[in-house]
């Protein structure tokens, strides 16, 4: 099929090649120029592992292309995805949906014969019937359908999760734009994806419900962390014991800083402001994001107490800057919190990250970056692993034993705290 990806931030990029991949002509575009120039050289915008290989794989063999010209792009598409931001609104909570509109729009000038213009943005309910109304004002609806398939790719995992999904989930709400894109989707689907046909609007509801229900999981057992540290219980032996319930399920239960990234963050917010709209109170998903939003408050204190408040002019390494391991994500990042407070503080800072220097520390006072592993933590008085990277999970921190007076504080539970105390080192976790 010949497919249109507009957007090529980290859903239609994706999206795009490994659609390309399965056998699809497709085109991603973009308005940025200097990002379509790159990206046909092989330079890719984003860090995901197995990513540049599929790119380079499938542009040779020109299955793949990218363009700026959106209207010849449409023209040559059976498709088009709509691949573009959502961010929160500075001004409230709500999805900022002007690109999603402006794509919509944009698309209405271009449509020269039948087309299914699929939302794969993270849209709240009801932005699908916008997309439509816009499109119907140049274009007989006969011309076209409109169809929510929203994405469930995660940060570091994306091209397995593209081609080996738990589900694919698409809305519409026409018998013409199913069939074609149930066929558009049968390789995955012979591979045992499970396939969930439904109304646009529950598809759009599907993406946001999903999310929150993440991200509660993750609030859920932080908030058991506390406790456990109160009460001299290990987190991990809590999130075994109740991962094992299969109505639960182990995933999304581990203790850490407070979730961040692409996601979470705007999509519990944005789905609290369509509650809102539609008059529903939607207090759980409330309180997990304010919980959340304190949560670096409550890092920071026992991060203060771990230092019996002695900061300044402390040397303090941080291992992994970025929101989660597998990417350069820094989107709401704990570390944007802790960081600049450390650096307030008067603390000498040094960070590693395997995805390299940070622009959001750049004009911090004391904060330098690291090229290595050894040169972020030598010398140190507290390193910090705040970033899950397979890199940090085999320091052999006997190298470093002979600092008695070292403190590690673990903050993704990679290490186990009988192992490190056994080296003469302070060691602290979470929730243990």
């Given amino acids: 099929m010949k497919l249109c990806m507009i957007g090529t931030g980290y859903v239609g990029l994706v999206s795009g090649v490994c659609f390309s991949d399965l056998g699809n002509d497709v085109i991603c575009v973009d308005k940025d120029i200097n990002k379509i120039t790159n990206l046909k ?178 609030t859920f057992i932080n908030e058991i962390a506390n406790l456990c540290e109160k009460t001299g219980i290990d987190v991990e032996d809590i999130s075994i014991g109740i991962g094992l319930d299969k109505r639960i399920g182990g995933r999304f239960l581990r203790a850490g800083p407070a979730y961040g990234g692409s996601c979470f963050p705007k999509d519990t917010k944005a789905i609290v402001s369509t509650a809102d709209k539609f008059k529903t109170n939607l207090s759980l998903i409330k309180s997990v994001i304010k919980s959340n939003n304190i949560r670096s408050n409550l890092l920071l204190k026992r991060l203060s107490l771990i230092m019996k408040n002695k900061i300044k002019n402390k040397k303090i390494s941080f291992l992994g800057v970025t929101f989660k391991a597998n990417t350069d994500d820094m989107r709401d990042s704990s570390s944007l919190k802790l960081i600049p407070y450390l650096s307030r503080k008067g603390a000498n800072i040094r960070y590693y990250d395997p995805t390299g220097l940070k622009k959001e520390f750049k004009n911090l006072k004391n904060v330098k970056f690291s090229n290595s592993i050894h040169e972020s933590i030598k010398d140190s008085d507290l390193i910090i692993i705040h970033t899950e990277w397979n890199d940090f999970k085999s320091i052999n921190f006997k190298k470093y034993s002979k600092n008695k007076k070292l403190i590690i504080y673990d903050m993704r539970n990679i290490f186990s705290p009988n192992k490190i105390k056994n080296l003469g080192l302070k060691y602290y976790g979470i929730g243990r």
Avoid at 48 to 55: A, K, M, R, S, T
Avoid at 132 to 144: G, L, Q, T
């Fill in 41 to 218: 050289k092989g330079i890719i915008p984003i860090y995901e592992p197995g990513l540049e290989e599929l790119v380079l794989k499938n542009y040779k063999n020109k299955r793949l292309n990218f363009s700026t010209n959106l209207k010849e792009s449409v023209k040559k598409s059976d498709i088009i995805f709509i691949c573009v931001g959502t961010p929160t609104k500075k001004k409230n909570n709500s999805a900022d949906l002007s690109q999603v509109y402006s794509a919509g729009y944009e698309i209405s000038k271009s449509i020269n014969k039948y087309k299914i213009i699929i939302n794969k943005s993270t849209v709240p309910v009801s932005t699908g019937d916008e997309i439509e109304k816009i499109i119907s004002k140049k274009v007989k609806k006969k011309y076209f359908s409109v169809v929510s398939n929203p994405e469930f790719l995660r940060e570091g995992e994306a091209i397995r999760d593209f081609i080996y999904p738990d589900r694919v989930v698409v809305g519409s709400n026409d018998s013409k734009s199913k069939k074609i894109i149930k066929n558009l989707y049968s390789p995955l689907i012979s591979k045992g994806a499970n396939y969930l046909s439904t109304s646009r609007r529950a598809a759009e509801l599907i993406k946001y419900a999903s999310n929150a229900f993440l991200a509660t999981k993750i």
